[in-house]
């Protein structure tokens, strides 16, 4: 695993949130995912890939953080994770690969984008089935944690 | 939304159940996924991008499908979807997009994998975030339904 692949999901990741939701995000010490401790409520995912690496990300949310970066984006106060929810969490997954895309073009790393999705559903896990080890990198807000996984081979 | 994308994926899931897990599926109507409704216990899903196009493939099986073809495959009379399970839903999602990836490229059309993920957690659902529609195809085989959803842009 290249550690250079994965400071740019970061950098974007609190980018997006800070200007798309003004919500302050600070992220806790990148581990090796050794079992599937990334439990949540709503996900969004996306693959990468290329002709030199191919890879995948996982952003992982419990329900009162969607809610709340939801209702900062959009002004929607909801009480449970709806379509409105699902978008936006295909819409941040998206952002974020986006700019960390555009980052890690910057040096010399290109890759396409495949068709974000979101993953819906009390408590449920991701595994990659990736032959590296996954990242896995712990956010911490106001409002709660959320969870980044990230796996380039 | 193009339907001869479609096409190799469904021969490519035949061919795996039935080399691999000697098990004999068929395939019901493609339709245009409307609303949220292949919900089940464990998914695999991959992304796919080349510069002309993007896509996601994904495989949903409820908990019995999925502990019948983990039986036939590997011989082991599992109870729940533990890490077994896991590990085989990641290999037919990438056997099945491998071998559609084959297909198609005699027909013209390339992209690159990305690394495949698998869903754990009752009744999760999976929503694809594409500008186009999501095809839906129903499976059924005599241990229980599972279904497969393709979108490419």
Redesign the interface.
Known sequence: MNFQFVSPFLTSILNVLSTMASLAAKHGKPSYKTS?TACGDV?G???????QA???L?VTFTEPVALEITKRMLGDELTEIDHTV??MV??I??MVTGGAKSLLSEKGYR????????????????????KVPVILVPFHTDAGDFFVEI?F?
Chains 1, 2 share one sequence.
């Open positions: 599937a996900s995912i996306i693959g990468m890939a290329s002709e191919k890879g995948t996982a699902i978008d295909g819409e997954t998206n890759f396409d984008m495949a068709i974000p999705s979101v993953i819906s559903g009390k408590n449920h896990v991701i595994h990659h089935k990736s796996c081979e």
